[in-house]
């Protein structure tokens, strides 16, 4: 997708110039940076800490890819944890299978399967909502979720499609009442794992709005 | 036509299931009988966002009825059951057959096809009548607009305008573009030219006949080899043209025509399309993801764009001695393809104060609200969801001026005093008002992501002109005129035609 900022166009948003230097640091310095990440791993290793490593997808996926290019597999200290979540894209695009990269990890990492964790939140919610195995991301009970139908009305049932909202309990300095862009399959009841109330079994993007015809819109502008 | 549709039960609405046929380099080929079981049960219960099935014998798009009365989901479906086909299938590589054939072809002859399509649509007009109607139901575009399209079918199809056309777009050194199609050309005394038909494949995009039908007459007019893929929304028409295609099936163009439906990025059928030598010309309409992702991927043929644009009004301080008149000009422009073309107004950028803009607002909202009366607008619900989220959250100190139908949203205006992210626009009969202290501070707003400005009045307009087109916009029209077209008009800074032959000197 073009940059707006690149046709030189006053009026485009304001921070797309802040993006090349993050993508030079991401994807133009990938290599330094992985190294840095298993010299910490070894470095916590050997002074008896446990580690617990926290990203995207995709960068683990990376972190994998560089591990094998090294050749050097960190062993770490039973109780250790990797814990993923969103960004199921790289930069370039390239989709990240989720049983794939979970073997990856364990594989790579050399820790139990079973310490290998997926979460789902947001930057604007104060908690986390951890996958089970069975698959289900059991949302805590300081987050009340409400589902949306595509007009903004809140719905409800006992396995529910919508937009996904949310009051957070643990929000003290601002209002925690969020409807976020995330498109969820939510459903009630207790799950094999033992946990019971509300969980996200499929997580979305709400599709943007469908062209029609040749109007439409490619990229965000000001206007 | 009638006859075809009869024997192989083509285009019948059956009980909300319509068998749609493709044609395939001038076979009409006609989908598998499925039962209703099969088809209800490729789509999950529950999840009424999946629109699309692939059955092993057959594809199935599902598309949600609406009701004519009140412009809302009624909680059915219609359901068009489709072939499935190999890319190989409509991919030509005997280019000697080509030059010897469908390229050798004299213009009249493709005037005479165009002439020929039209007489049997006009002929059979109550099957045209039977599409429309069933396309109707799940159409989101007002009555009105519908008929008027389909009434209108004569212009799209006329041997004239076809001419027009050719001789417009594909005119070089002063001599008719008819001239260099028919063969070589001599231009200055000196050299031979002449315009070398391509193998086109046509990715349309959008709900509305009018953009299958208009790059399927673009790839005849220039005697293409050509493939069509059909959009979700507007496959009937586009089936319907297929018909009547083949009832002319011995014809060059015919046997070299294909018009047809894939999902839109299956990798089974595109890896192939896409490959070098497949195709001389991609030509790509739609949305930014439907563009991006035909660019990256063909790499080696080259890719003609229509992108996704939109369209603005620029309204000078004279019209505040004239409201009333400059409102019906301006909602005029608002309400092109309602709201969803790329020539329709998003954005009115006012020169005044904020009051004043809160007073055009109101004259506009005024006249809106009688479109909504005259002809009732489909408003999808989430674009509903999305002006909620406007009103209560980014734009919450705008001024609003709403037109309900049944206390939900109709139509209406958010007069912004600050700037707008153009993404936020749910294309729905809302208009942005932006308030200027000068129409000259709106040309910083003003890219090639804009396709049209219409501008009041016509003093302001001539002397804006060239400044406003130099940011990157296609076209300044008169406000109020901002839907005109022509035979052989540019289209986004493009003789199109032009751009679907290769120019080859001999």
């Given amino acids: ?223 | 036509m009638k006859e075809l549709c009869n024997r192989y039960d083509l285009l019948n609405n059956d009980n909300d299931i319509i068998r749609v046929p493709f044609l395939i380099k001038g076979t009409i080929v006609s989908p598998p009988e499925i039962r209703r079981e099969a088809i209800e049960s490729a789509f999950p219960s529950g999840n009424t966002d999946r629109t699309y099935a692939r059955l092993p014998e057959a594809q199935v798009i599902r598309e949600r009825v609406i009701d004519r009365k009140t412009m809302k989901y009624t909680g059915d479906y219609l359901y068009s059951v489709m072939p499935v086909f190999e890319a190989e299938d409509i991919i030509e590589t005997d280019t000697g057959k080509l030059a010897d054939g469908l390229y050798s072809l004299p213009v009249e002859a493709i005037l005479n096809y165009m002439e020929r399509i039209m007489d049997i649509l006009l002929t059979d007009f109550t099957c045209v009548l039977e599409v429309m109607e069933t396309w109707r139901l799940t159409s989101e575009y007002p009555d009105a607009f519908i008929e008027q399209w389909f009434a209108a079918i004569q212009s799209v199809f006329g041997k004239e305008e076809a001419r027009q056309m050719i001789n417009n777009e594909l005119s070089f050194g002063g001599k008719p573009g008819s001239l260099f199609l028919d063969g070589w050309t001599e231009t200055d005394g000196r050299a031979m030219v002449r315009a070398m038909p391509t193998r086109q494949l046509h990715i349309t995009a959008g709900n509305v006949p009018e953009v299958p039908l208009l790059s399927t007459v673009r790839a005849i007019l220039t005697k293409s080899c050509a493939t069509v893929k059909l959009p979700y929304g507007a496959v009937l028409p586009g089936a319907l043209f297929a018909l009547a295609a083949a009832s002319v099936p011995d014809h060059p163009i015919t046997k070299n025509l294909s018009i047809l439906y894939w999902q839109g990025g299956d990798d089974n059928v595109e890896n192939r399309l896409f490959t070098s030598g497949a195709f001389d010309r991609i030509i790509v309409w739609g949305s930014p993801e439907a563009v991006t992702s035909v660019q990256s991927r063909a790499l080696f043929t080259r890719v003609v764009t229509l992108n996704p644009r939109y369209g603005v009004s620029l309204i000078g301080k004279e019209a505040f001695s004239s409201l009333d008149e400059v409102a019906a000009l301006a909602a005029a422009d608002v309400m092109i393809y309602d709201q969803k073309a790329c020539t329709s107004s998003l954005v009115h950028y006012v020169e005044g104060t904020e009051e004043q803009a809160n007073e055009y607002a109101e004259a506009i909202r005024e006249t809106l609200s009688r479109w909504d009366s005259e002809a009732p607008g489909f408003i999808a619900p989430s674009a509903v969801g999305r002006i909620k989220r406007l009103r209560r959250g980014k734009y919450i100190g705008a001024g609003w001026h709403i037109n309900t139908r049944e206390g939900n949203f109709s139509s209406g205006l958010a007069v912004v005093p600050g700037e707008f992210d153009i993404l936020d626009h749910p294309m729905s009969r809302l208009v942005v008002v932006r308030p200027t202290p000068s129409l000259e501070e709106v040309l910083n707003y003003l890219s090639r992501y804009v396709s049209m400005a219409g501008v009041y009045p016509e003093k302001r307009r001539l002397e804006l002109r060239d400044r406003i087109l130099a940011r990157g916009v296609s076209s300044v029209l008169p406000l109020g005129s901002c839907d005109r077209t022509w035979a052989g008009m540019p289209h986004d800074d493009m003789l199109v035609l032009s751009e679907l032959v290769d120019w080859k000197n001999g």
């Avoid at chain 1, 995330?182 to 794992?193: A, I, S």
Wanted: glycine content about 12%.
């Fill in chain 1, 1 to 223: 997708m073009p940059c707006a900022a690149s046709h030189g166009a006053p009026g485009t948003r304001k921070n797309a110039g802040q993006f090349k230097p993050l993508q030079e640091e991401a994807v133009g310095r990938q290599e330094e940076n992985y190294r840095r990440i298993t010299d910490s791993i070894k470095a916590s290793t050997e002074a008896g800490h446990k580690v617990f490593i926290f990203g995207a997808p995709y960068q683990f996926k990376e972190l994998c890819e560089f591990i094998a290019g090294d050749n050097r597999k960190p062993i770490m200290k039973k109780g250790s944890l990797v814990l993923f979540g969103g960004g199921w894209k790289s930069f370039t695009g390239e989709a990240v299978d989720r049983e794939s990269l979970a073997n990856l990890l364990s594989d790579s990492l050399n820790i139990p399967s079973q310490m290998v964790l997926e979460g789902y939140s947001m930057t604007e919610i104060n908690a986390l909502t951890l996958r089970c195995e069975h698959g289900r991301f059991h949302i805590p009970p300081v987050i009340e979720p409400v589902i949306f139908d595509e007009e903004l009305n809140p719905i409800k049932g006992n396995d529910i499609r919508g937009m996904y909202g949310f009051l957070d309990l643990m929000a003290v300095s601002y209002p925690g009442f969020l409807i976020t862009g995330d498109y969820v399959r939510m459903v009630q009841g207790t799950c094999e794992c033992g946990l019971s109330g509300p969980a996200v079994t499929e997580i979305g993007r709400v599709a943007g709005s469908e062209i029609k015809g040749c109007g439409g819109i490619m990229s965000s502008m000001q206007a």
